[in-house]
Nanobody, 120 residues
Framework: VQLQASGGGLVQPGGSLRLSCAAS????????MAWYRQAPGKQRSFVAR???????AYADSVKGRFTISRDNAKNTVYLQMNSLKPEDTAVYYC???????????????WGQGTLVTVSS
């Protein structure tokens, strides 16, 4: 299973970006899809999660500004980021729980990360 993340870049404060993460390979089912981020000099932290229920969860720091969504037909998860702040600058990683065959348990995979820089 491979996860390909894209959509990062340089944006001014108050701007918007949309991240994408597409899962490919041997996939029987997908459960949780989530985004994490790692700012310079800090540990990786949770940003948002979307389950199959579907239910969503967000870090307090991004509530009301970020929206997670998914396209099941494309095995893709998105993160719409609005009203971006300099403190949102980080490498963003997608995390997806995948079942490769019906007989196997779900396990998680990580994307390679995409850099978001918020600066004027």
């Amino acid at each position: 299973v491979q996860l390909q993340a894209s959509g990062g870049g340089l944006v001014q404060p108050g701007g918007s970006l949309r991240l994408s993460c597409a899962a490919s390979g041997s996939i029987s089912g997908i459960n949780h899809m989530a985004w994490y981020r790692q700012a310079p000099g800090k540990q990786r932290s949770f940003v948002a999660r979307l389950t199959n229920t579907p239910s969503t969860a967000y870090a307090d720091s991004v509530k009301g500004r970020f929206t997670i969504s998914r396209d099941n037909a494309k095995n893709t998860v998105y993160l719409q980021m609005n009203s971006l702040k300099p403190e949102d600058t980080a490498v963003y990683y997608c995390n997806v729980w995948v079942q490769q065959r019906a007989s196997l348990p779900f396990r998680d995979y990580w994307g390679q990360g995409t850099l978001v820089t918020v600066s004027s």
